[in-house]
């Protein structure tokens, strides 16, 4: 296991990884990087959103090399990855979930993928489970039927969503693949001004992706490597104000990208649903129209 290379002031990739309360997988995520046989120099940078877990004592002792911000509490995954980037000193970026193991090749086939294509924003790879299994990390940009469906567990009748019966061992464009493991070229970032954080923690990177292709980039998918991803392990022991929070996102996203009748359709699903999850009243809060303007950061 080693560090990234000595610092230095171009870095061919920057590493940019938001972490909260993950502590043995951040440093299993760093630890994986150490591994990397990318030749050229590169930086990982880790935001820490206020870990109670001893994550950052963890990072500082057994990766002192990583570029370490620290936030005092829970300022959302857009934020958190914001300010990575603004650190990021590389020609590409790589948007790294903390609950992730690249392979040896990743960092450089990666690079060398949008190294080789002036056409490509950004590439994504292959998220697999730990039995090896690939995970459904790509999808097309959603409509309003695909929410519907998708939140009333339909789920086969959003298969043109998912991208069901995709290829994950050749590469090909796509729309919005999951940006656990996503790189972008760093200028094409700076334009996008980032992630919108008006998504603290849901949506984000598919708004990301939305933004990226209206401006007229393009992403690509390559199946030459392939990163462990153990799945999500912060949103899956969220409390409620979190996934309140994730709830929001979700009808941001719609309102913004398929007008105001997706409040009224999906606002009442998503109500129901996170009452189930959560048996608390303020579910239905989903249901009020936010005033407009007050939803931007």
């Given amino acids: 296991m080693t560090d990234p290379p000595a610092a230095s002031p171009h870095p061919a990739v920057s590493v940019v990884i938001a972490t909260w309360n993950t502590r043995d997988l951040v440093c299993g995520a760093l630890a994986a990087l150490g591994r990397t046989d990318l030749p050229d120099p ?51 970026v790589l948007l790294l979930g903390s609950d992730t193991e690249v392979r040896p090749e990743t960092l450089r086939v990666m690079a060398g993928f949008l190294d080789a294509r002036p056409e490509a924003a950004a590439v994504a790879c292959r998220l697999v489970n730990p039995d090896g299994s690939p995970q459904m990390s790509c999808r097309r940009f959603p409509r ?26 050749a590469s090909r464009e796509v729309d919005q693949p999951a940006a656990t493991c996503l790189m972008v070229r760093r200028e094409v970032l700076n334009g ?19 933004r990226l292709h209206d401006m007229g980039g393009r992403i690509f998918f390559t199946g030459e490597t392939e990163v462990l991803h153990y799945g999500s392990v912060t949103t899956r022991s969220a409390p409620a104000g979190i ?33 189930m999850v959560t048996r608390s009243l303020r579910a239905f809060s989903l249901l009020a129209v936010p005033r407009e303007g007050t939803e931007r950061t």
């Fill in 42 to 92: 590169w930086e990982v940078i880790v935001i820490d959103n206020g870990s109670q877990d001893g994550t950052v004592d963890a990072i500082k002792a057994r990766f002192p090399a990583t570029v370490l911000l620290c936030n005092a509490a829970n300022t959302g995954y857009a934020h958190a990855n914001n300010q990575g980037i603004a650190a990021a000193r590389g020609r590409h």
């Fill in 144 to 169: 309003l039927r695909d929410a519907v469906a998708t939140y009333l567990s339909l789920h086969f009748l959003a298969r043109r969503y998912t991208m069901h019966g995709f290829d994950f061992f």
């Fill in 192 to 210: 996008l001004r980032g992630f919108d954080e008006s998504y603290r923690i849901l949506y984000n990177d598919v708004d990301l992706c939305k």
């Fill in 243 to 275: 996934r309140m929070e994730m709830y929001r996102n979700i009808l941001l996203y719609f309102r913004r990208n398929r007008g105001p009748v997706a409040q009224w359709v999906l606002a009442p699903l998503l109500s129901v649903r996170l009452f």
